[in-house]
Each structure stands twice: as C-alpha cells, then as structure tokens.
C-alpha cells in the first residue's frame, strides 16, 4: 500500500547562512501492523485479566531519506468486580513508538489504579494517576533528519501521582427512554471499566 505524505525538508543556504524548511511529498508511507488481545472473563467469579499486543512495522522514503522502525506496544488490564465494587489497573508495558515520514512518535505511557462504588444510577470513582512516574504523561517526537535532527518532550502537567475523584449518573429521558450519563470530575475517564453484574 502506498501513500503520498508531506514532510518537512532543511537545507542550508550560504548566502542566507540560514536553514531553509521546504515541504515535499516522499515517495511512500508504508505500516503493517498485527494486534492481539487474550484475557479471561469472570475468573474466581469476580476477576477480569486482559493482556493486548500490538506489532508493528512503519517504512517512509523520501528525498535523502529512508526509515524503518518496528515496535511492539503491551498493555494489561486487571478488574476485579465484587457486588457493587469494582477495583481495577490499566498500565501500559512497553511504549508504543511510531513512524511518519521523519518524525518517531513516542506514545504516552499510561498508567491508573482505580475503585468504583455503584449505588442505582450513581457512579463514585477513585483514581489514582501514574502512581510509579511523579512526572506524570511523558510523550516525545524525535526527528530523524541527518540535517536539521532534533527531540521534544513534553510533559502532562500535574497528572504524575496524582488522585481524581468522580461522580456520575444516568437519566432516562426522550421517547426511546436513550441513557445519558452526566459526569461531574476533575479529570480521567472510566472507559473499559466492567459495571457490577456482568
């Protein structure tokens, strides 16, 4: 499969003594990915382990350049559901870097710890945020280029080691009786989590 992406290209120009940045089209973008997801539903009655992989090969050529990266991203999801509890992790195991043109994405790695407490319609949630990175989200781009090379790092401010507290409920309304949830947080998000009874 190819693809026509735009990129960024530096020269050097000696009568500027300038760095000049151009945009052009390489020649091909190419990714070719596998994904896969094993887990276990209601072990002990009560325990949810998930366990996803995700292989992955970017190539891009263009003018002066030609890249390769492979990477393999893991993450592993851990539930425990009891009556109207639910207490849970989500962390990521190895990082998940990826490959445009010149430029390797590095994913922020995440990580959460969570408690649920489900009263009717009413959800409590605790989070707590990176709890082994105090720095918080980390996500950095690297460019490849032999000419104009740099890395950015950009940090999420204020999420390392940190607690969100949660509250949320759902309304009936309309013809078809459509659920609504209505949230009210600091923060975060509850996707992925198992609602007592399933």
């Not at 607690?163 to 078809?176: A, D, H």
Request: hydrophobic share 30%; glycine share 8%; with cysteine.
């Amino acid at each position: 499969m190819n693809y026509f992406i735009s990129n960024s290209r530096y020269h050097y120009n000696p009568e500027l003594d300038l760095f000049i940045n151009s945009p052009h089209n390489s020649d091909y973008y190419r990714s070719v990915y596998l994904n896969a997801e094993i887990g276990t539903r209601k072990l002990f009655k009560f325990l949810y382990i998930s366990l996803c992989g995700n292989l992955r090969r970017d190539e891009s050529k263009g003018v002066d350049f030609h890249h390769e990266n492979v990477n393999f991203y893991s993450n592993v999801e851990v539930q425990a559901v009891w009556k109207n509890f639910n207490i849970g992790c989500d962390f990521d195991i190895t990082p998940h870097i990826s490959l445009y043109g010149e430029s390797l994405n590095y994913g922020e790695m995440s990580q959460d710890i969570y408690a649920q407490y489900n009263y009717k319609d009413l959800y409590v949630t605790l989070t707590w945020w990176c709890p082994f990175n105090k720095d918080g989200f980390k996500y950095q781009t690297e460019r490849l280029s032999e000419i104009h090379p740099y890395r950015h790092t950009n940090w999420t401010a204020n999420n390392g080691n940190m607690l969100s507290l949660g509250l949320s409920w759902k309304i009936n309304y309309g013809k078809s009786f459509k659920k609504v949830q209505k949230s009210l947080s600091n923060g975060g998000y509850d996707d992925g989590m198992v609602k007592p009874g399933e």
